[in-house]
């Protein structure tokens, strides 16, 4: 099992990045997927999900409207859109199951300062 985030960097505030996490075949297709950050000192939260055939989303209170999660089965691609981006959602993204019960991969650092 592979999970592997990229597209961060650092961005001002009110800017957008793209997100992008390739997975594995056997574990893509056919599962809920969702996208999680850690701050510094904090506990990794979930931010986003989408079901297996992208037909349904959910969002944490915190990102709803601004972050839009999608995905890609044939490219076995999760993806997260942030837009409108303020300093408190500075963290490392990781994408995993949606039940977050897969090995976690290397996540992407978002840092949004002025």
């Known amino acids: 099992v592979q999970l592997q985030a990229s597209g961060g960097g650092l961005v001002q505030p009110g800017g957008s990045l793209r997100l992008s996490c390739a997975a594995s075949?056997?574990?893509?297709?056919?599962?809920?997927m969702g996208w999680y950050r850690q701050a510094p000192g904090k506990e990794r939260e979930l931010v986003a999900v989408?079901?297996?055939?992208?037909?349904?989303?959910n969002y944490a209170d915190s990102v709803k409207g601004r972050f839009t999660i999608s995905r890609d089965n044939a490219k076995n691609t999760l993806y997260l859109q942030m837009n409108s981006l303020k300093e408190e959602d500075t963290a490392v993204y990781y994408c995993?199951?949606?039940?977050?019960?897969?090995?976690w991969g290397q996540g992407t650092q978002v840092t949004v300062s002025s």
């Open positions: 995993n199951h949606a039940l977050g019960s897969l090995p």
């Open positions: 075949v056997s574990v893509f297709r056919v599962n809920a």
């Open positions: 989408i079901s297996g055939g992208g037909d349904y989303t």
